[in-house]
């Protein structure tokens, strides 16, 4: 039996990726957020971003959050899901939930200036800015941590020996 689990950690740091091979691996239900949103939208993280700004997104995402239950087994959440205690309050309530920290240099390779991400942050705000604000956040409402600097098939291996946890 597979027990839910949920990911949180910075954009690019594999929470899609991992989600999804995860899905693929146990034949089990699986959420993106991010997807979620951008398809109640009909539009990129980024363009809602630029038209309705980033406390939008991070209200869209909090609300997508509240509607998952226990039926989705592997559920991505955007990297600024860790602004709500309502939205991971909800998560804890029903999946055990994964930081996929992934060092700055990475996340930056992977991302580089995070524009096209809708980065649900102000304005201005530098991807070092982001990491050194969520990572505590990520720290308090993580179960288990994982290195997002190893391979997805890595991860998927460590990840799957405690899904029973």
């Known amino acids: 039996m597979f027990k839910n689990i949920s990911f949180i950690g910075m954009a690019g740091c ?45 209200m869209a995402e909090e609300k997508a959050i509240l509607n998952l239950n226990k039926d989705f087994r592997i559920i991505s959440t955007g990297g600024s899901a860790v602004y709500s205690k309502t939205a991971m309050s909800h998560l804890q309530s029903f999946t055990k939930i994964i930081y996929i920290s992934t060092p700055l240099n990475i996340i930056k390779e992977r991302i580089g200036n995070g524009q096209e991400r809708g980065f649900a942050v102000p304005d201005g705000m530098s991807i070092e800015d982001v990491f050194y604000e969520r990572e505590p956040l990520y720290n308090k409402w993580a179960d288990k941590t994982v290195d997002g600097s190893l391979s997805v098939d890595q991860l998927v291996q460590i990840i799957s020996k405690f899904k029973n946890d």
């Open 14 to 58: 594999g929470k899609s990726t991992i989600g999804k091979a995860l899905s693929i691996e146990f034949s089990i239900k699986y959420a993106d957020t991010d997807l979620l949103i951008e398809n109640e939208f009909n539009k990129s993280l980024e363009d809602i971003k630029q038209n309705k700004g980033y406390k939008f997104v991070r």
